[in-house]
């Protein structure tokens, strides 16, 4: 501690200063009235020996000054002890501290006054009396150094000051030493006391920590202490630790400890881990913390949380454990909770995504160790979404919960299901034969698409299966995952409703789709789309009356790649909607060239009549081309009914509302309604070239179909376009058959716009 620091002189050394020297002055001023005592004898001694020698005037002045110092000290200690300051500035310290010095100077002044007028007897008689008075004003005011510093530099300087004027060298410096060895004493002890009292402090406010937190622990009712001897039975035990064991002290005193918590099992080398774990550390002797034991009390399963440590008596005999425990059954079922949510699937109850892929995981590891195969069956439901967005998403989560039930009742030792998300599940197949894979994906198949009752409808729905074996199709989860989700869309591709194991090139279809869907994403801005246009002709004259917009696309790099490839694909990635934004711009640009009597036919996928755009995208397309409304007809098919129909028909309202007409095509091929013709007034009927040709080779339902379409078509005030007339044979069927309109290599091939504007120049030059 330094110097300066200690005198009270700096705030050095990173303690509580203002706090400490608040308890100096306080610890000095209660010995105040021993002060006041010790002055007045000494001074009556004082006076006894200078009184003859002295003028009368020079020991009224010291006494006067005595008084004077003694008056201060009396009040600054008064104050201290009744005011019970607990904190002293610096500054304040330090005005307290020189109050010693009138005090010292009064017995330095009679010092120095028996030099000059009393004897030298008279003054070798007052230095024993001078020595006590600093003795003991230094063991009074040590608390406080500088005070006692003060005063014994005084006392001290005037004291051998006065032996050497009165030619006594020894007497001198033996008061020299004295005064000396006083002031380290006095540094020494004003030291130790700032140490200790510091020290104090510092457990002081531990205990209030301590305290505090022990409070804390008898508020809270869920936790409590137990103690048990080296025999591992209960001794002293607490009422609040008798009442979680539903119990009274008296009944457990001496009871074995791990008894009352495992009941009659507390012996069973059988027993839970955790309650192994909690015997050893006994045994060991070793300290434990928040360990989660599991305790059955009447019946009730409960789980508690202990931490103990050895207790050793005063000779350091090991005396048995002591430790705390608390309650935490909730806080353990709502973990419990949690790791189920995170791992099983809630509608369902069948496991996730999570531990599906564990399973799987943990049948590669089982066929790689036993040279055997595994397999990862994936299912997705066929017509699932046309239950869930026609009756509602509460019967659609009952349906997929027996969904789950029954393929759950279907699994055995061998196999494993689960729900990835949606109306797909998978099956993980730990010991996997080709041969009877592929009879399990059938049989389930048939099992999955069994009628369903769901709120007394009768639901029929399918199921697609794709499978892939492990580690023939792949060595990882990933890959198996991959592999057997690519098998998948093939079933799906296939319509549904049937198995498909993984094959190799499956992958190499996927990657070129891939490859395919990235460059689709780069046409549109690297503009490698463009139009032609097909006539479509009037059947008796075979006037020219509109053309069909088509889509072509010839990459910068390699041939042109046919819309059988890429529309679909489109389709599937909504990538369909920027570019038959831009088709249907491009095609109302290029119909304002032609004569105001041609019109135009665009093509529209189901999804984009249900982007909430395409409204404002047909005005947007007719305004910035000035193409008349009535010139524009939309083309759609059956399929644009079949994901939500009600929507595709109010989209179709807007369009017809504008002015435009709209076109069923390929009607009779999909999943034809006569209610789409009923809900809406469609201006066309396009009948698919596979009736047409089917016709010509005289195929009697095909003539069936174009006569029931043309007359329906009649009745409700609809033309109708024949597709794909390539022959004039053809041409005189259709003709025959009643078609308003034909449509087909007959009349003209899909053409660049440029040739069209040619076309029109030809057939302006024939004669009439």
């Not at 002045?61 to 009396?74: D, E, K, N, P, T």
């Not at 109708?720 to 058959?737: F, H, K, P, S």
Request: hydrophobic share 45%.
């Amino acid at each position: 501690m330094r110097l300066s620091a200690l005198l009270g002189l700096s705030d050095r050394g990173g303690l509580d200063w203002s706090r400490l020297r608040a308890l100096q002055h306080a610890h000095a001023a209660r010995y105040w009235r021993m002060g006041m005592l010790g002055q007045v004898i000494a001074a009556g001694a004082a006076f006894v020996i200078s009184h003859t020698a002295l003028p009368v005037w020079a020991t009224v002045g010291w006494l006067s000054l005595l008084a004077v110092g003694l008056a201060r000290y009396i009040v600054t200690s008064r104050t201290m002890r009744v005011q019970r300051i607990e904190r002293v500035s610096r500054h304040r310290a330090f005005i307290r501290a020189i109050g010693s010095a009138p005090i010292g100077l009064a017995w330095g002044v009679f010092a120095l006054a028996l030099a000059v007028w009393g004897t030298q007897t008279e003054l070798l008689m007052a230095g024993p009396l001078l020595v006590a008075v600093m003795a003991t004003s230094a063991a009074l005011m040590a608390v406080v150094p500088l005070a006692a510093v003060l005063f014994l530099a005084i006392v001290g300087g005037a004291s051998v000051t006065a032996m050497l004027l009165d030619g006594a060298p020894v007497p001198a410096g033996a008061i020299a030493v004295l005064t000396v060895t006083l002031g380290i004493n006095v540094v020494l002890r004003g030291e130790n006391f700032l140490r200790v009292r510091d020290a104090e402090a510092d457990r002081a406010e531990k205990d209030e920590v301590v305290s505090m937190l022990l409070g804390e622990f008898e508020e809270s009712e869920a936790d409590w202490l137990w103690q048990i001897d080296t025999a591992r039975r209960v001794c002293d035990p607490s009422m609040r630790f008798a009442g979680a064991l539903r119990a009274s002290p008296v009944d457990i005193e001496g009871e074995p400890f791990l008894r009352l918590i495992l009941g009659d099992d507390w012996q069973n080398q059988e027993a839970l881990p955790v309650h192994r774990q909690l015997a050893e550390k006994f045994t060991r002797r070793e300290s434990f913390s928040s360990l989660a034991v599991r305790v059955v009390l009447d019946g009730n399963v409960k789980w508690w949380e202990l931490s103990g440590m050895p207790a050793y008596d005063e000779q350091g005999n090991f005396a048995g454990f002591r430790g705390v425990g608390s309650d935490v059954t909730e806080q353990h079922e709502s973990n419990e909770k949690i790791a189920y949510l995170a791992r099983y699937d809630t509608l369902s109850g069948l496991p996730n995504r999570m531990m599906l892929t564990e399973a799987l995981a943990e049948a590669l590891r089982f066929a790689e160790k036993w040279r055997t195969q595994c397999a990862l069956m994936m299912i997705d439901l066929d017509r699932f979404k046309a239950v869930n967005d026609s009756l509602g998403h509460l019967v659609g989560d009952t349906l997929l919960a027996q969904v789950a039930k029954r393929l759950n009742d279907a699994m055995d030792d061998n196999t494993f299901c689960g729900r990835l998300g949606g109306d797909e599940f998978a099956v993980v197949v730990r010991d996997a034969n080709p041969r009877l894979l592929a009879e399990r994906g059938e049989w389930l198949i048939e099992l999955l698409s069994e009628p369903y009752s769901v709120d007394e409808h009768t639901l029929h729905i399918g199921a697609s299966i794709g499978s892939a074996t492990g580690p023939a199709d792949g060595t990882t989860v990933e890959m198996l995952l991959r592999n057997a989700d690519l098998a998948l869309y093939r079933a799906k591709d296939e319509r549904g409703g049937v198995y498909r194991c993984y094959e190799p090139t499956l992958f190499a279809v996927a990657e070129e789709r891939r490859q395919l869907e990235t460059a689709l994403r780069a046409a549109l801005q690297r503009g490698e789309f463009h139009l032609q246009y097909q006539p479509i002709v009037d059947a008796r004259s075979e006037t020219l009356i509109s053309f069909e917009a088509l889509i072509r696309w010839h990459p910068e790099r390699g041939s042109p790649i046919p819309p059988d490839r890429f529309i679909r694909l489109a389709e599937e990635t909504r990538l369909i909607v920027p570019i038959g934004r831009w088709v249907m711009e491009r095609a109302c640009r290029d119909a304002t060239r032609w004569p105001t009597h041609v019109r135009l036919s665009v093509n529209v996928s189901a999804e984009q009549l249900l982007d909430p755009d395409f409204s404002a995208d047909v005005v947007r397309a007719l305004s910035a081309s000035g193409l008349d409304p009535s010139r524009l007809e939309i083309e759609v098919t059956e399929s644009v009914f079949l994901n939500d129909a009600d929507r595709a028909r109010r989209a179709m309202e807007e369009v017809i509302a504008l002015g435009c007409k709209v076109a069923l095509d390929d009607f009779g091929t999909g999943y034809s309604s006569l209610g789409y013709l009923r809900k809406l007034h469609f201006s066309n009927i396009k009948i698919d070239r596979s009736f047409v040709n089917g016709a010509a080779q005289g195929n009697i339902e095909s003539l069936a179909i174009i006569r029931a379409v043309v007359a329906m078509a009649e009745f409700l005030d609809m033309a109708t376009t024949a597709e794909g007339v390539e022959q004039a044979e053809e041409a005189d069927l259709i003709r025959d058959l009643g078609c308003t309109k034909m449509q087909g290599y007959l009349f003209g091939r899909p053409m660049n716009v440029s040739d069209t504007d040619s076309l029109f120049r030809t057939r302006d030059r024939e004669p009439a």
